[in-house]
């Protein structure tokens, strides 16, 4: 007997990649730890539909991670239905640009749309391993654009929003990929934030205040010259800080900072490395502007091999949507 009530087929869940433009906090003497602020960009994402399905399949990349993933969600929530998975896009994975959470927040909301189940994003992500550190691949999950979060406390919870803004449509972000190398992440990352020197309270203070006092008031009044060099402070500060768990080098790729060197000799804003990288970023003030420096950097010695992409803000979160099969039925 038809319900009235049209029953998803399959969801498909797209959610876009994003920077990670530095930590605020990694002293701790607050009772919180990390903080950090990330920017949601267009042209890279991650998507993939579920349907339900008499056997488990994964097909498409990463299946091994969505496997998990879906395993964790199917017990989490009592589920005695299989699923099928198909991954059609991906972010490249450990190169600084959150593919990890993208997909598992993919894996996340897809179950629970196709179950009619609401969104628990923050809880969900701390299931799947997500959100130890930052905050900011959760918070963009929602509503896109440029936020900060305030970092994880002493509760098994998800590092708050405390801060979302629109990135200016007109503004214009430069990725550098570097695809023979990749950032470091799982273990290894937990053991180089182990080795790493306490950061002082001094230097704690300072990065929040560049964000605080200078990164956000510059982008709400759309000034990409202040902005950029709040962005382009906190990343040589933390490069600083991380250079020791890099070989000694604020950048994970040579390449990446050679051509970044010459973005920033053409004017480019900006300039910093996204998490462990090896991912690149520069800002410019327009599309023409933009166009402009990346055919110097692509000219740089160094760019053989590299890939450099012109990507704008996305102040828009995932993408869910609900894939309704018709067929015949009762009146």
């Given amino acids: 007997m038809y319900t009235g009530v049209p029953q998803p087929d399959r969801i498909t869940v ?3 990649a994003r920077l990670h433009l530095g930590f605020l906090d990694l002293n701790g003497g607050l009772g919180r730890r990390f903080g950090s602020i990330g ?8 998507s993939l539909t579920i349907w339900r399905t008499k056997s488990p399949e994964v097909s498409g990349p990463e299946r091994d991670r969505v496997r998990q993933y879906l395993e964790i969600m199917q017990h989490s929530l009592a589920l005695d239905e299989t699923h099928a998975v198909n991954v059609t896009q991906t972010v490249p994975a450990h190169v600084g640009l959150g593919s990890g959470t993208q997909l598992a927040l993919a894996v996340a909301a897809g179950v629970r749309r196709l179950h009619h189940l609401p969104l628990d994003i923050e809880t969900d992500a701390l299931k799947l391993g997500r959100g130890a550190r930052s905050g900011i691949g959760i918070g963009l999950f929602r509503r896109g654009g440029l936020v900060v979060d305030g970092g994880r406390g002493a509760t098994a ?14 503004w214009r972000i430069l990725i550098v990929l570097d695809p023979a190398h990749r950032g470091m992440h799982g273990a290894e990352e937990s053991a180089a934030f182990a080795c790493l020197a306490p950061m002082s309270d001094a230097e704690a203070a300072h990065l929040c205040r560049l964000v605080l006092i200078k990164a956000l008031p510059a982008l709400a009044e759309h000034d990409m010259t202040s ?11 933390l490069g600083c ?27 480019a804003h900006g300039i910093g490395q996204s998490s462990w990288g090896p991912t690149g970023f520069a800002f410019a003030s327009s599309a023409d502007e933009a166009d402009r420096i990346t055919a110097i950097a692509r000219q740089c010695v160094h760019s ?23 067929s015949a039925h009762d009146e």
Avoid at 39 to 46: F, M, N, Q, R
Avoid at 313 to 320: D, S
């Fill in 14 to 16: 797209t959610i876009p």
């Fill in 39 to 46: 920017l949601a960009i267009s042209d890279l994402k991650t």
């Fill in 157 to 170: 919870t998800a590092a708050p929003i405390v801060s979302h803004m629109t990135f200016p449509h007109d």
């Fill in 227 to 237: 902005f950029g060099a709040a962005i382009q402070e906190l990343q040589q500060r």
């Fill in 241 to 267: 800080y991380f250079a020791p768990a890099q070989g000694g080098s604020p950048f994970t790729s040579r390449a990446v900072a050679a051509v970044l060197a010459t973005l920033e000799a053409a004017g």
């Fill in 304 to 326: 053989e091999g590299l890939d450099i992409r012109i990507c704008s803000g996305l102040n828009r979160g995932a993408e869910i949507v609900a894939h309704i099969q018709c």
